[in-house]
Nanobody
Framework: VQLQASGGGLVQAGGSLRLSCEAS???????MGWLRQAPGKEREFVAA????????YYADSVKGRFTVSKDNAKESVYLQMNGLKPEDTAVYYC??????????????????WGQGTLVTVSS
């Protein structure tokens, strides 16, 4: 299954964007996650959602500003990003993992990475 992220762009600080991740087939993962990589930095966890059940998980840096959601029928995952800050600038990826709950926070536990979408937040 291939994942394709979209919805990135240039936005001013305080603005909003909604990212989408569409799968080419049926998602069989335990969790679907959003991760990001800023220039010169390591890839980091942003948010995740349990594919069957809907429990959500967030990095402290985005809690209260970002919301992850899904549509199982459309094999899609979304990331609503509000109150964007310049430090949110990064390439955002969606990916899947079949690991246990604690693994959602570790980028190395994800497989089936999609192509990223660039989010640029200007100050």
């Amino acid at each position: 299954v291939q994942l394709q992220a979209s919805g990135g762009g240039l936005v001013q600080a305080g603005g909003s964007l909604r990212l989408s991740c569409e799968a080419s087939g049926s998602i069989s993962a335990t969790f679907m996650g959003w991760l990001r990589q800023a220039p010169g930095k390591e890839r980091e966890f942003v948010a995740a959602i349990r594919w069957f059940g809907g429990a959500t998980y967030y990095a402290d840096s985005v809690k209260g500003r970002f919301t992850v959601s899904k549509d199982n029928a459309k094999e899609s995952v979304y990331l609503q990003m509000n109150g964007l800050k310049p430090e949110d600038t990064a390439v955002y990826y969606c990916a899947s993992t079949i690991g246990i709950t604690s693994s959602v926070y570790a980028p190395r536990m994800y497989h089936s990475w999609g192509q990223g979408t660039l989010v640029t937040v200007s100050s």
